[in-house]
């Protein structure tokens, strides 16, 4: 399992402060409301996080994001199923890492050592999400799936693919930190990719208990 050394308080006001106006969503904006009821839309599926709210949206530069898509597109193209993309919800990182990933997009670096290989791990469920990323903040993906193979069988040594796949579709994965989520079992399965260049950020959701 994944071990993370989270805070257990909210994101502070000031993490939205220095940065870009022109990234930052305007509330009740289309774009905005399509991020809200996306993740609400899993979230109040859980009566006792029903509370949450998102406070701020923060989207990465233009000019950056044209240059990830680019490189995303070209990884995607090679995939065996070019067209299976799909938002997910990134399970990791503290705040600066996300900040990082958001602005510079996904690295090598970031790969972590899972139950089911060292990769980048995914999930539909924001819920889900929360138990590995840092209080406060979720990192929305796109994510290229192309071939998923299902995988039941943990193996941490695991850095690549089965033949003939693109990704990893896993059983539920252990949490051993203990966050302000991980009292809840949410038996979600996660997507597994093993090349950084197979996931873009969209947005990076702030979000308030």
Same mark, same amino acid.
């Given at each position: 399992?994944?071990?993370?050394?989270?805070?257990?308080?909210?994101? !502070?006001?000031?993490?939205?402060?220095?940065?870009?106006?022109?990234? &930052?969503?305007?509330?009740?904006?289309?774009?905005?409301?399509?991020?809200?009821?996306?993740?609400?839309?899993?979230?109040? !599926?859980?009566?006792?996080y %029903?509370? &949450?709210?998102?406070?701020?949206?923060? !989207?990465?530069?233009?000019?950056?994001?044209? %240059?990830?898509?680019?490189?995303?597109?070209?990884?995607c193209?090679?995939?065996?199923?070019?067209?299976?993309? &799909?938002?997910?919800?990134?399970?990791g990182? !503290?705040?600066?890492?996300?900040?990082r990933?958001?602005?510079?997009?996904?690295?090598?670096?970031?790969?972590?050592?899972?139950?089911?290989?060292?990769?980048?791990?995914?999930?539909?469920n924001?819920?889900r999400?929360?138990?590995?990323?840092?209080?406060?903040?979720?990192?929305?993906?796109?994510?290229?799936?192309?071939?998923?193979?299902?995988?039941?069988?943990?193996d %941490?040594?695991?850095?690549?693919?089965?033949?003939?796949?693109?990704?990893?579709?896993?059983?539920?994965?252990?949490?051993?930190?203990?966050?302000?989520?991980?009292?809840?079992?949410?038996n979600?399965?996660?997507?597994?990719?093993?090349?950084?260049?197979?996931?873009?950020?969209?947005?990076?959701?702030?979000?308030? &208990?």
């Amino acid at each position: 399992a994944v071990v993370s050394t989270q805070s257990t308080g909210e994101p !502070k006001d000031n993490m939205v402060k220095a940065v870009d106006t022109d990234t &930052i969503l305007k509330v009740g904006e289309e774009e905005w409301r399509q991020v809200e009821d996306q993740f609400r839309a899993e979230v109040c !599926k859980v009566p006792s996080y %029903q509370s &949450i709210r998102i406070s701020s949206v923060e !989207k990465p530069n233009a000019t950056k994001q044209n %240059q990830l898509r680019s490189s995303f597109s070209v990884r995607c193209n090679a995939l065996r199923d070019p067209d299976l993309r &799909i938002r997910l919800y990134y399970c990791g990182g !503290k705040a600066g890492t996300l900040h990082r990933i958001l602005k510079e997009g996904f690295q090598p670096r970031d790969m972590v050592a899972g139950d089911y290989g060292v990769g980048l791990y995914f999930t539909q469920n924001p819920v889900r999400a929360m138990q590995y990323s840092e209080p406060g903040l979720l990192l929305q993906c796109e994510v290229g799936i192309g071939m998923a193979e299902s995988v039941l069988k943990m193996d %941490q040594n695991r850095n690549r693919p089965p033949v003939g796949y693109d990704s990893v579709l896993t059983g539920d994965r252990n949490v051993d930190h203990v966050g302000i989520y991980s009292h809840q079992r949410h038996n979600e399965l996660q997507y597994l990719i093993f090349d950084s260049t197979q996931a873009i950020p969209i947005y990076l959701v702030y979000f308030n &208990i």
